[in-house]
């Protein structure tokens, strides 16, 4: 079965600091690859996601994410972070497995971002 | 504006008295989906329907029931909630197939006394 590993599950940064939260799956076959976020008080959203072509995509507010098919990773990255990012951040994985397609989810990342 | 909406918000249930949580949709989406998310827990696939298609995950206890009467509208009930089934409860869609991009209602927080 597919697993879905979120490794920072707290993260504290400062604005303006960088962002970098790790995401690896284990299954190995075609997989689609979400990050989705909560903010506070909201329900979950799709901030980025990779189907297929270019590895590097590009999401809301400036997130990105880079899809390594070698490591089994799609992590998400911002340059400069702001207050306003403080949120939970989910990585999911929708894999085709036996004929069943199971979207699977980390346990989530919450980041603080201190003004 | 299109969204899915689940009420309750918040539930509370005594021991072992039969709920049940609604959720709706005006996306007009083919995918419904219940999850089950404990605290700092991964969100949990309890079942989802593809169209009429029902599909429930092997380890989703039998305590655990769905209904999907027409597009809008999916039901999960619960029969007899233990303790351990206090929760956040997720409803989501998806468009067309089971590998596109989630939508997500708010969530309703179940509490079991």
């Known amino acids: 079965a597919q697993s879905v590993s979120q490794h920072n599950h707290h993260v504290i940064l400062s604005e303006a600091a960088s962002l970098e939260l790790g995401c690896n799956y284990s299954y190995g076959g075609t997989v689609n690859l979400f990050w989705y976020v909560q903010y506070p008080g909201q329900h979950l959203q799709l901030l980025l996601k990779?189907?297929?072509?270019?590895?590097l995509v590009k999401g809301i507010k400036g997130f990105e994410a880079e899809f390594i098919k070698s490591k089994f990773s799609f992590n998400l990255r911002k340059p400069s972070v702001q207050w306003s990012d403080t949120a939970e951040y989910f990585c999911a994985v929708n894999s085709a497995s036996g004929g069943s397609y199971i979207p699977t989810f980390g346990r989530g990342t919450s980041l603080i971002v201190h003004p | 504006d299109a969204m899915v909406i689940q009420n309750p918000r918040y539930q509370v249930t005594q021991f072992g008295k039969p709920v049940t949580l609604s959720c709706s949709q005006t996306l007009n989406h083919n995918v419904m989906y219940w999850y089950q998310q404990k605290s700092s827990q991964a969100p949990k696939l309890l079942f989802h329907?593809?169209?009429?298609?029902?599909?429930n995950e092997a380890d989703t206890p039998d305590n655990f029931q769905s209904r999907r009467p027409n597009t809008s509208f999916c039901f999960l009930d619960i029969r007899s909630p233990g303790l351990g089934d206090a929760a956040m409860y997720l409803c989501?869609?998806?468009?067309?197939?089971?590998?596109?991009?989630?939508?997500f209602g708010p969530g309703t927080r179940l509490t079991v006394l």
């Open positions: 990779y189907f297929s072509g270019d590895p």
């Open positions: 329907y593809y169209d009429k298609d029902f599909n």
């Open positions: 989501a869609t998806s468009p067309f197939s089971r590998v596109d991009t989630q939508y």
